[in-house]
């Protein structure tokens, strides 16, 4: 079945850096495009970063310049390289892929989700 596994999350004091990865396994990984999501507490979901099957990546301005996602397709990994934090990225992180899988039936995906938190 499909797995995505999130680690890198902890606590930084901002201006640092984090690392964030996901293991995907269980489908065709180098066909969908992957997402980060993040979500504070008490605040909604938001789109931090997706990047294509062809590379092709885009971030919302909240966080551009400052997140890089990238992905390994050998290897069926996904990062978010995550720098010049800030105490309002404190979130969770989750790994997400969406789309048509086997049976041709639309499907969601999340990981466990990892915990960021920025704060002196």
């Known amino acids: 079945q499909v797995q995505l596994v999130e680690s890198g999350g902890g606590l930084v004091q901002p201006g640092g850096s984090l690392k964030l990865s996901c293991a995907a396994s269980g489908f065709g990984f180098n066909n969908y495009d992957m997402r980060w999501i993040r979500q504070a507490l008490g605040k909604e979901r938001e789109l931090v970063a997706t990047i294509t099957t062809g590379l092709t990546t885009t971030y919302p301005d909240s966080v551009k310049g400052r997140f890089t996602i990238s992905r390994d397709n050998a290897k069926h990994m996904v990062y978010l390289q995550m720098n010049s934090l800030k105490p309002e990225d404190t979130a969770v992180y989750y790994c997400?892929?969406?789309?048509?899988?086997?049976?041709?039936?639309?499907?969601?995906?999340w990981g466990q989700g990892t915990q960021v938190t920025v704060s002196s």
């Open positions: 997400n892929v969406q789309g048509f899988f086997m049976g041709g039936i639309f499907r969601n995906y």
